[in-house]
């Protein structure tokens, strides 16, 4: 274990950057509620986000575009009550930042305000980068998101690799360069090759988090749901399962309809 991340001071965004450059991994997951977020931060993890992936893990949509800023407030609240360590980032949700810049900072605003998050992520490079800046000038530590950008998910027609291509590549890493000048304290960089991931790594201050996105990203980040073998069929190239919660759930239910079938739960001792 590194120094900072056993620090039991609470981690802000700050940190995110010293550990990058005291060469300290950064660990990150997401959760969406009070319970989940209290186990993860109490096991020390450096960062949980409130991805929009609630969408999906949470409320069963096909992709992120329908959440809300409201349902993001709402998860964000209870994740930021239950940690007492890590670094809590919310997920600016499609449609809140995209109009114009002052609905974005507006919107930022509130997520702060309303739910106790620390900082906040938003997807996109160059084309947000006035929006971004607006929001870190209010007072608000942003993370930026490059690569597999989910809300744009139309515009992709799908999940796949991004930046493979020389000219998306280069792309990329001027949108990292121009988030990094405006003040971004982190960057995801979501399923793109692992040598681009490295060089985007090695151009900017801010420290990125991959997913997908190789080994020499400052840290790494993975839903909890997938990262704790949750999801059911859900197994991408990047993916590894740390646990099998799912398998140990199904067996608590098995075993609590077993014993509530044959009258053995509640015993006298668990009756009053
Ligand atoms: O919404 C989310 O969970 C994310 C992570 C996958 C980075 O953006």
Known sequence: MGYLSTDKKKITAKTFVEMKNAGEKITMLTAYDFTTAGIIDQAGI??????????????????????????????????????????????MPFGSYQVSREEGIRNAIRIIKESGADAVKMEGGEEIADTVKGIIDAGIPVMGHLGLTPQSVHKFGGYGLRAKQEAEAQKLLKDAKILDEVGCFGITLEKVPAALAAEVTKSVKAATIGIGAGHDTDGQILVYADALGMTQGFKPKFLRHFAQVAEVMNNGVQEYIKTVKESTFPSDEESY
Do not use: F, R, W
């Not at 992120?64 to 360590?85: E, G, N, S």
């Open 46 to 91: 450096d960062g949980i986000l409130i991805g929009d992936s609630a969408s999906n893990v949470m409320a069963g949509n096909e992709n992120t575009i329908p959440i809300t800023v409201d349902q993001m407030i709402y998860h964000a609240k209870a994740v930021a009550k239950a940690c007492k360590h890590c670094l809590v980032i919310c997920d």
